[in-house]
């Protein structure tokens, strides 16, 4: 049987390495939605790094070698005093070139629209940087649902489907 001390003891360090963690990332959930928010430091600014993200509500039925789970996010991320929209993928390959690409996107029961994207820095496949930023984080502030349409590699054109409702960005 363990002593109440030991116990204590336990606790205690449990609740230190929580807090020290809490210095590296901190994550912050809205219980009432599907986003996910963290902030971050910058170790080469010290500045804060501002996250919201949230994941498909279907998965993607994509062939071999990317079949099986797999599902899409859209993240939000302030850094360097700049936003960015990332569209990402489990795995598969979104199909670019050196132009960049397009997507489809329809929030809510509104048309929808063209958004071009480019690639990430590191050429993932898995990574879109939407453009027009300041837009799509508008237009998503007010919707509770967004379908997004993208090409993928050997797979087509692809519906990827989000509940976004109670999305809050002030970064």
């Known amino acids: 049987m363990k002593s109440i001390a030991t116990d204590s003891a336990i606790i205690a360090d449990s609740a230190k390495m929580a807090d020290s963690a809490k210095l590296k990332t901190t994550a912050i959930e809205k219980p009432d939605s599907n986003w996910t928010y963290n902030e971050d430091i910058n170790k080469m600014t010290d500045g804060k790094i501002y996250y919201a993200d949230v ?55 509104n048309k929808s629209e063209t958004f071009d994207c480019s690639q990430s820095a590191d050429y993932d496949p898995t990574i879109l940087f939407v453009n027009s930023t300041s837009r799509f984080i508008s237009k998503l502030k007010k919707s509770k649902k967004v379908i997004i349409e993208a090409t993928l590699y050997q797979d087509g054109n692809q519906l990827i489907e989000f509940n976004v409702d109670g999305f809050k960005w002030n970064h």
């Open 55 to 109: 994941t498909s509500s279907n998965e993607l039925s994509l062939s071999a070698p990317y079949d099986g789970f797999n599902n899409a996010h859209i993240k939000i991320r302030k850094k360097d005093g700049e936003n960015n929209v990332i569209l990402s993928i489990d795995k598969g390959q979104f199909i670019t070139s050196v132009e960049g690409t397009a997507i489809k996107v329809r929030f809510d029961k």
